[in-house]
């Protein structure tokens, strides 16, 4: 077979050298080698991806081309479309072959259809691999006979004799081709400013963005066996001041870091200890969370919307503009929902069970508001904001899919209590209330004027009042998930409308007015 000259490998997710399967199949092919990164002008969008994420994205995207870089290459970023883009690549350097990584979200599925297409009616032939997930989705369902497992515990049992493939070595040397000195501004890695974003203001996120940073970060975990031996989720605090967990994530959701890399790294060290924690709990548990979610995503319809989720139970969540303003906004006035919130939009990243508090607090444990839009703002703050993984947690925590205890709810008072008495994280993230008594920190509406005066912090006035009363809406709310759950239950019993008891006492369709136990917030 004739070998193809040159090849444009196409850089999206999979922001890395090491383990990168598309690429090393480029140069073995190929004699001259573009790496290109576009920018689609869908994904950039301010209200879509936030600007510490972007600035993630940009960090990766500088760190890739220093890597090529001293592999005597470049990254060349395009802007626009990717069906306007590439033809004009094609043409412009002689292209004969294109390569990239798989991509399972449905946008980036019909992108890379056109595309393939495109590429054939060019005579440029396509390869692509799967990289991004430890197992291929469509080889898993294949094995299922076309069935996305319902249950955390089927999925390991599914990929239990499914082997991980090792992770591939990062190549020596990219190509031939020497970059052309006047291309060099044209296809420069973009600022945030050249996007059309506002610089940041403020401290930045303490995760920069690229592949030595998340290799630097798998490597200093890997050195502590111990955490890694040791590591149970639940055991590790939403509220700590430095991470208790890995912060692997937004190196994951870039492709920064590769999740087969982090597997075998976690079986190494596995290997060397006496004995370990397991799934669901340990790392390697994590990321079969990972992986059986982005199956999810693949394998169920409309995955990421409640309406023709065959999964998903169907909710009459509310629609309250102010209440999701003040959650976004971080002033609920409950102070553990407005500390993560502020965490969230200024630093990007929140532990987990601090997703769990707040995704609780949005949805069915007090604001009754749609999985849907808390998945929205999360979507645009988080650096590891993953499509598959977002929608899969907001269902789960939602008692959408997933998880049904809907009877099981969160306290915004009582829950931050348990890993931190004394508020810290919250004096970290709302210093309003760094003075006030650890006693009223998680609800200081209950502290005295005098002790309010004295921490220099009126609720009102220099902090909100809670808007609502959990005791009340969350009781409140438990009842509503026990109708949508009846009738659910009576839809798979083919009785179609309510259950015979929802009809005798039927839940009232809530209304966004007068609704019991919502606090009237003073003017
Ligand atoms: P670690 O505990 O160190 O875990 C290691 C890796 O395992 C993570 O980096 C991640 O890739 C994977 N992982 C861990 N927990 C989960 C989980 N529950 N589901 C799927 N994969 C997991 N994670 C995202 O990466 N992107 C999201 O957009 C996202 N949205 C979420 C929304 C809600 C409402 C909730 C409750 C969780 C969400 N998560 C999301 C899952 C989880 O909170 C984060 O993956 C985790 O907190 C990231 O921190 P870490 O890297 O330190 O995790």
Not at 103 to 112: L, Q, S
Not at 367 to 396: C, H, M, P
């Amino acid at each position: 077979m004739a070998s193809a000259k040159a090849a444009i490998h196409w850089f999206r997710k999979g922001l890395r050298l090491h383990d990168n399967p598309a690429l090393l199949e480029a140069i073995k092919q190929c004699e001259n080698i573009y790496p290109v990164f576009i920018i689609d002008p869908w994904f950039a969008r301010e209200e879509f991806v936030g600007k510490r994420r972007y600035q993630f994205l940009l960090e990766s995207l500088s760190d890739l081309d220093r890597s090529l870089r001293e592999r005597k290459s470049r990254l060349y970023v395009a802007k626009g479309k990717p069906e306007d883009v590439l033809p004009q690549l094609f043409r412009k350097w002689s292209i004969s072959l294109l390569t990239f990584e798989n991509d399972t979200e449905p946008y980036a599925r019909k992108r890379d259809s056109a595309i393939r297409s495109l590429a054939e009616g060019l005579n440029v032939s396509v390869k692509s691999f799967t990289s991004h997930t430890l197992f291929d989705p469509e080889h898993l369902l294949f094995l299922n006979k076309d069935q996305v497992p319902g249950t955390y515990k089927s999925f390991c049992s599914l990929v239990k004799g499914v082997k991980v493939e090792l992770p591939l070595e990062a190549p020596a040397q990219i190509s031939n081709h020497i970059p052309v000195k006047d291309e060099a501004g044209e296809y420069d890695v973009p600022t945030l400013l050249d996007m059309g974003y506002k610089e940041i203001v403020g401290p930045p996120t303490p995760f920069r963005g690229g592949e030595s940073e998340g290799l630097k970060r798998l490597r200093m975990h890997m050195n502590n066996k111990r955490y890694i031996a040791e590591f149970e989720k639940p055991k590790t605090k939403p509220n700590s001041l430095e991470p208790s967990t890995t912060v692997l994530s937004p190196y994951l959701k870039f492709g920064c870091v590769s999740s087969r890399l982090f597997y075998h790294e976690l079986l190494s060290v596995y290997k060397q200890v006496k004995s370990h924690s397991q799934p669901p709990v340990s790392l390697v548990g994590q990321l079969y969370f990972r992986e059986w979610f982005y199956l999810n995503g693949y394998g169920v319809p409309n995955f990421d919307k409640m309406i023709g989720n065959p999964r998903c139970v169907q909710i009459p969540w509310i629609e309250n503009a102010e209440h999701l303003e003040a959650w976004e906004k971080g002033t609920t006035g409950f102070p553990f929902i407005d500390a993560i919130m502020t965490q969230l939009k200024t630093e990007g990243w929140i532990h987990h069970l601090a997703r769990h508090m707040v995704a609780c607090f949005l949805t069915r444990g007090d604001l009754f508001i749609s999985w849907e839009e808390g998945a929205k703002v999360f979507s645009r703050y988080l650096l590891d904001a993953d499509w598959s993984l977002n929608t899969a947690n907001w269902q789960w925590l939602s008692a959408s899919a997933f998880f049904h205890q809907y009877f099981r709810v969160y306290g915004p008072v009582s829950f931050g209590k348990k890993t931190d008495k004394n508020g810290d994280y919250i004096r970290k993230y709302l210093p309003v209330l760094k003075k006030m008594p650890h006693k009223y920190i998680y609800e200081p509406w209950t502290a005295p004027l005098h002790v309010q005066k004295a921490a220099g912090c009126i609720v009102g006035k220099d902090y909100p009042e809670p808007i609502v009363d959990h005791k009340i809406v969350s009781k409140r709310n438990i009842g509503w998930m026990a109708e949508a759950y009846r009738k659910k239950k009576a839809m798979k019993q083919g009785k179609g409308g309510k259950s015979a008891k929802a009809k005798k006492n039927p839940a009232k369709r809530p209304s966004n007015s007068n609704l019991d136990g919502f606090v009237v917030r003073k003017k």
